[in-house]
């Protein structure tokens, strides 16, 4: 049974720092590559940051480029997401999984997310 469980988030101020992590299992973790995703009520998931499998070649929404770099741990099964510099129009519940090559996801089962929230 896959699963993901999100960790991390918070309440921070602009120009603050959180590093999201996200536990997987049921799956060959080193076998994909890896993304986070964010989604605030209303719209749909937005992808964020992806990783490749064995973690060399990232990519990332222009919004965060220069400010969130994703990372994994192929030994934990983990991945992760530094988040510098947040802006409010970062906040959002912030997911994990495995991203396909044209769009979509290789698990439809989603973890709870962690909320991020970005406020003075």
């Known amino acids: 049974q896959v699963q993901f469980v999100e960790s991390g988030g918070g309440l921070v101020q602009p120009g603050g720092s959180l590093r999201l992590s996200c536990a997987t299992s049921?799956?060959?973790?080193?076998?994909?590559?890896m993304a986070w995703y964010r989604q605030t009520p209303g719209k749909e998931r937005e992808l964020v940051a992806t990783?490749?499998?064995?973690?060399?070649?990232?990519n990332y929404a222009d919004s965060v480029k220069g400010r969130f770099t994703i990372s994994r741990d192929n030994n934990n099964n983990k991945v992760y997401l530094q988040l510098n510099r947040l802006q409010p129009e970062d906040t959002a519940v912030y997911y994990c999984?495995?991203?396909?090559?044209?769009?979509?996801?290789?698990?439809?089962?989603w973890g709870q997310g962690t909320q991020v929230t970005v406020s003075s």
């Open positions: 990783i490749t499998r064995g973690g060399r070649t990232t």
């Open positions: 049921g799956f060959t973790f080193n076998l994909y590559d």
């Open positions: 999984n495995a991203p396909q090559v044209h769009g979509g996801v290789y698990f439809n089962s």
